[in-house]
Structure formats: C-alpha cells, structure tokens
C-alpha cells in the first residue's frame, strides 16, 4: 500500500482560499488514481474530488465544483487541493484516499479506495 500524509489545513474566514496537499510514500505513486474526501462532525466520509492517474481526468462533487481544484505533481508523489470561496459548510476533515483498480465504477464512494492519510483539520468561520 502506499503511505498517505495531507497537510494545509486551517482556520480560515469565509471567502478565503487554502490548499491542502498530500504526499505519498512507499509505491509508484501514478499507479494510483486519487481523490479527496471529507467528513464533518457526525456525518460521513463524503467524496469531494477524483483524479486519474496522469491527472487527465477529474471529477467534483457538486457542492465544490467551481471552487475547489484537483491537481497533481507525480514527480513530487503529490495531490493538490486548491479550496477557494470557502464556506462554512466546508468545514471538516479532508482525507486524500489512492485506489489501484483501474475501474471508476463507485469512484465517489470510500469503498473504491485502497489507502487513506489521517486527514487534516479545515475550518471555515462566517
């Protein structure tokens, strides 16, 4: 499996942006499609952002498209998470996730995922 570290989380006011990155150890890194996840206080893990694995394909949850960006660096083993236009309701932990099968059926669901990082901590105040 490979090994997942997200960071650039923070306290942020409402319109504000953050990037938040995550790098990864331990296996070829663009043998890995991607993707970012969150998860609030009390509620599930839900899917926010997808990339493929030589980043020519990327999808958004609704509720961040438009404002959020999905990018990677397979020379630096990282994923990128460019949030701009912060909301409250943008608060929670993000969680970069790697998946091996090359399938995207169920892509934006967590059981597609191999491998998670800790997470990191993003709040956005009004």
């Given at each position: 499996?490979?090994?997942l570290i997200e960071s650039g989380g923070g306290l942020v006011q409402a319109g504000e942006s953050l990037r938040l990155s995550c790098a990864a150890s331990g296996r070829t890194f663009s043998d890995y499609d991607m993707g970012w996840f969150r998860q609030a206080p009390g509620k599930e893990r839900d899917f926010v952002a997808a990339i493929s694995r030589r980043g020519g394909y990327t999808d958004y949850a609704d509720s961040v498209?438009?404002?959020f960006t999905i990018s990677r660096d397979n020379a630096k083993n990282t994923v990128y998470l460019q949030m701009n236009s912060l909301k409250p309701e943008d608060t929670a932990d993000y969680y970069c996730a790697a998946k091996?099968?090359?399938t995207w059926v169920g892509y934006t669901t967590i059981f597609a995922y191999d491998s998670w990082g800790q997470g990191t901590q993003v709040t956005v105040s009004s």
């Open positions: 499996q490979v090994q498209k438009g404002r091996t099968s090359r």
